[in-house]
């Protein structure tokens, strides 16, 4: 433990946590990402800070709960002020670099959907500037720089670097066969007409029944996985290339399993819909179903539903299993990238020394009460991540840490092992001690924080949602009034059985409500540090 360790940090989008062969799925295979996991320790019980895209990637650069820093939904970049855990590194000695994915700041440029609260005619509304509880980021520049539109337009604009303390950028924009940025230019100087292999209007013919899935004639080698997994063994030679001793912190970043479902060339159908299990979840009567499960499950009847906001929708058996298939092939490349990526690591000689971890940034429904996506229902699906740490000094071969552990741990997790103190503002925990064997419980419940700009499920405002997790029990409160959620997870580990209102749980319902107040209290930010006395 004297010298340094490398790390590997491999990110997908947008995956479940048993969307993976050792985490126990009977038909997919994903034996290189399983490798990780025989060498190092699976937690099976790691849940996101919130299982949206934005707040959850500015948590694992932080280690801050999205209500601290402060990106709490999409469509908010995270400040450059914010400390993350690769400027600690850089500044540190690492050399850091991110490939793929990232998206700290917005993507699209279209105006928000969430609406401000109508303005009192009779008081002087304050300057634009002075509008927020902080001053407003600035519209241009610094938090301009992942919009797709700058990419596609500009050919000049470029990533301004250090990004948030990575000090070489190869951006993934987008998802799947629709992915931009660095890789969008990489594929202009590949291909002579790359809109043509891109989208639906492209699509080679296919059988498609999943909403938001065409089968692409993007090929393989040209495909955003592969490229995030070239661009990755590229720079690992280059590192290994380097005259110095410097350690490396890399993040590779892969842009799918997320939707739109487009895996290519042979991966669109190495997996058959009809060998796809379904959730037991997605039997749940219809009577049975929570109130914002059956508002859109009667959409989906009625012939209303809409599948183009990019939220949950509910699906029919055929939609679901078609979509499960093809996020299987997704992740199949995902897997055999790693493999080549992991092979790489071994030929340089750096596999001694380098730490491996893989994990995504929040679920998807996938089925789960026959909903598709994501969105504020906070079923295990969406909330609950694969989180796998492969250590070749600290690591028990083939372990699993069966307790609560959350992606608010990441950062203190690397900091320490990287022999460095954590800042003050600090919100997880380490969790060295179990990826070194111990079983003790880390946390005894975990948080998980939640807010939208749409009104999703029938609701009449934008949801805000909280969550505790703990051994046995999940409770989710909303900003709506008089409801919540309360799953026995012993007992209903599907959470098709809402306790709420169930009087035999009163006393549970309470403790549990009192064990959420009091972890939002913990969770509340202490930064910044007092300086003097009052």
């Avoid at 949206?52 to 709960?65: H, I, Y």
């Avoid at 279209?110 to 927020?132: G, S």
């Avoid at 900091?415 to 003050?424: H, I, S, W």
């Avoid at 098709?496 to 009087?503: G, Q, R, Y």
């Amino acid at each position: 433990m004297n010298k340094r360790p490398n790390f590997l940090f491999i990110i997908t989008d947008q995956q479940r946590a048993d969307h993976l062969g050792c985490a126990g799925n009977p038909v997919l295979k994903t034996p290189h990402i399983d490798s990780i996991a025989a060498r190092g320790t699976r937690f099976s019980h790691f849940h996101a800070a919130s299982p949206l895209c934005m707040p959850a990637r500015a948590t694992l650069m932080t280690g801050r709960m999205p209500s601290s820093h402060r990106l709490r939904g999409n469509g908010m970049p995270l400040s450059t002020d914010a400390t993350t855990v690769t400027e600690l590194l850089k500044e540190s000695g690492y050399r850091t670099a991110l490939i793929g994915k990232c998206h700290l700041q917005s993507m699209m440029s279209e105006a928000a959907i969430e609406q401000r609260e109508p303005r009192n005619p009779h008081l002087a509304p304050p300057p634009e500037f002075l509008e927020e509880a902080f001053k407003p980021h600035a519209a241009e520049g610094p938090y301009d720089q992942e919009l797709e539109v700058r990419w596609e337009s500009i050919p000049a604009h470029e990533i301004k670097l250090p990004y948030y303390g990575f000090e070489h950028v190869d951006l993934c924009i987008n998802h799947g066969d629709l992915a931009h940025g660095h890789y969008g230019r990489w594929l202009k100087e590949q291909h002579p007409d790359p809109t043509s292999l891109r989208g639906p209007e492209n699509a080679l013919p296919a059988d498609i029944i999943a909403p938001e899935a065409w089968r692409t004639r993007m090929p393989v080698e040209l495909y955003s996985s592969t490229y995030v997994a070239d661009r990755t063994i590229d720079h690992l030679k280059q590192l290994a290339a380097s005259n110095d001793d410097k350690p490396f912190f890399l993040q590779c970043s892969f842009p799918d399993p997320h939707h739109p479902f487009t895996p290519p060339g042979e991966y669109f159908d190495l997996y058959r819909p009809e060998d796809v299990e379904l959730p037991p979840s997605f039997h749940q009567p219809l009577d049975d179903a929570i109130p914002q499960v059956r508002h859109v499950r009667e959409l989906l009847d009625a012939g209303k539903r809409d599948i183009d906001i990019g939220f949950a929708f509910a699906v029919n058996e055929a939609e679901a299993r078609q979509a499960i298939a093809l996020t299987y092939g997704m992740i199949a490349l995902i897997d055999d990238s790693v493999g080549r990526i992991l092979a790489t690591l071994k030929e340089l000689g750096m596999d001694d020394n380098t730490i491996i971890i893989y994990t995504s940034d929040h679920g998807d429904f996938m089925g789960d009460h026959r909903l598709l996506l994501k969105g504020p229902l906070h079923y295990r699906g969406v909330t609950q991540v694969p989180f796998i740490w492969s250590d070749p000094t600290l690591t028990p071969e083939g372990s699993v840490y069966d307790k609560v552990s959350s992606s608010v741990d990441f950062v203190p997790t690397v900091l320490e092992r990287a022999g460095l103190q954590p800042f003050n503002g600090i919100q997880g925990k380490s969790l060295l001690g179990a990826i070194s064997g111990n079983q003790q419980a880390i946390h005894e419940s975990v948080l998980i924080e939640e807010e939208n700009q749409r009104n999703l499920f029938g609701e009449q405002y934008p949801p805000r949602a909280r969550t505790l997790v703990d051994e046995s029990f999940r409770v989710s409160i909303y900003n709506n009034d008089g409801w919540g959620e309360l799953y026995d997870l012993k007992n209903d580990p599907w959470e098709m059985k809402n306790l709420w209102h169930h009087p035999d749980y009163a006393q549970h319902k309470s403790l549990m409500l009192e064990k959420l107040a009091r972890k939002m209290l913990n969770m509340s930010d202490r930064s910044p540090f007092p300086t003097m006395r009052a």
